[in-house]
């Protein structure tokens, strides 16, 4: 026997007797037979029940008191074995969101297991996803066009439902004025009355710095109180206006000292377990909406004559114009006599 097979002998669990035999590992292995000979009892009441209860034994005294004591299965020897999951025959329907991941929920597992140790890549370069002082920060904020007004925000909600009332009173009380809610600048003096059932991004104006008061000791001080608030992430917002009471912040530019890419200085948002989800907005894909496939048709075979008017037949898929007409009247004269 190798480390890459599963060895089972004297397998008598229900109506098994005595089965012995050796099964590859990393390989598709089907049981198949007549009803009742024991595929089922081999399967789940033998191999998956031994490698469930060496799974609950390798747990702690206080973790295994929550889950009970799990009886050996009647089997004299089972090795190579590793822990395992089941799937239950059942009928899952036809959402394409189900998988054996979401099935067995130890999807779940690895999304927190992604978010919280692994290791991330810049998509531009390939670099290692690292973290950056505040005076590199500083001096990437500071080389932006001087000729823009520069917003200083924290991001403080992100695709949360709620009203808010209580953070715009606490920002309000905490000294600052100005927050962007969806994208509107707002005053915290009146704040607005957001839809609770909605979800809705807020950002708190640290600073408006205009280019005539860009210097860094202003700068430092407002990224400083902006990542102390924002648990190290913030945002830059260039203004397309320059005057003092115009513009709006607008190409949102994100600084992190916690997630940046040392070799081209872009930063990224913290990960999250909804980051490694294909049913949450901010992992899925945008195209395919997470489900994996594109539904799209070929103009030119929808259309083969563009010369052709809809009327005289450029959809064939579509009657022409003169057969719809006599389609209608067929219709409304079998009403008409039903009537």
């Not at 009327?311 to 064939?316: D, L, N, V």
Request: aromatic residues 6%.
């Amino acid at each position: 026997m190798t480390t890459t097979e599963i060895q089972v002998k004297g397998a008598r669990e229900h109506n098994l007797r005595n089965v012995n035999l050796t099964i590859p590992r990393g390989q598709l292995i089907c049981f198949s037979g007549v009803s009742g000979s024991g595929k089922s009892s081999l399967a789940f009441d033998t191999l998956y029940a031994e490698g469930q209860r060496r799974y609950v034994e390798s747990l702690s005294n206080y973790a295994r008191q929550f889950m009970g004591q799990m009886p050996k299965p009647d089997v004299d020897l089972v090795s190579g074995l590793s822990p395992s999951i089941s799937i239950s025959q059942k009928s899952s329907g036809n959402n394409p969101r189900s998988t054996v991941g979401t099935i067995t929920e130890i999807y779940d597992f690895l999304r927190v297991l992604f978010a919280r140790v692994g290791t991330g890549h810049c998509p531009d370069c390939g670099n290692q996803i690292t973290a950056q002082t505040r005076d590199a920060i500083t001096s990437r904020v500071l080389s932006l066009p001087i000729e823009q007004t520069l917003w200083i925000m924290t991001p403080l909600v992100r695709g949360q439902k709620g009203e808010f009332r209580d953070l715009f009173e606490d920002l309000r009380k905490q000294g600052f004025s100005r927050a962007r809610v969806d994208g509107e600048t707002i005053r915290l003096s009146d704040p607005p009355s957001l839809d609770r059932q909605h979800r809705h991004d807020v950002e708190v104006v640290v600073d408006r710095v205009h280019p005539d008061d860009r210097d860094r000791g202003r700068v430092s001080e407002a990224i400083d109180v902006s990542l102390k608030l924002g648990d190290g992430t913030l945002l830059v917002s260039l203004s397309e206006e320059n005057a003092p009471s115009a513009g709006e912040p607008k190409h949102d530019i994100l600084f992190s000292s916690r997630y940046a890419c040392g070799g081209c200085g872009k930063s990224f948002k913290p990960p999250s377990p909804q980051l490694f989800s294909f049913n949450s907005p901010q992992g899925m894909c945008p195209a395919c909406d997470g489900l994996g496939r594109l539904y799209t048709f070929v103009a030119e075979l929808l259309v083969p004559d563009e010369k052709k008017s809809v009327r005289k037949g450029a959809i064939p898929l579509l009657p022409k114009w003169g057969d719809i007409g006599r389609y209608r009247r067929h219709v409304y004269r079998n009403v008409a006599e039903a009537m």
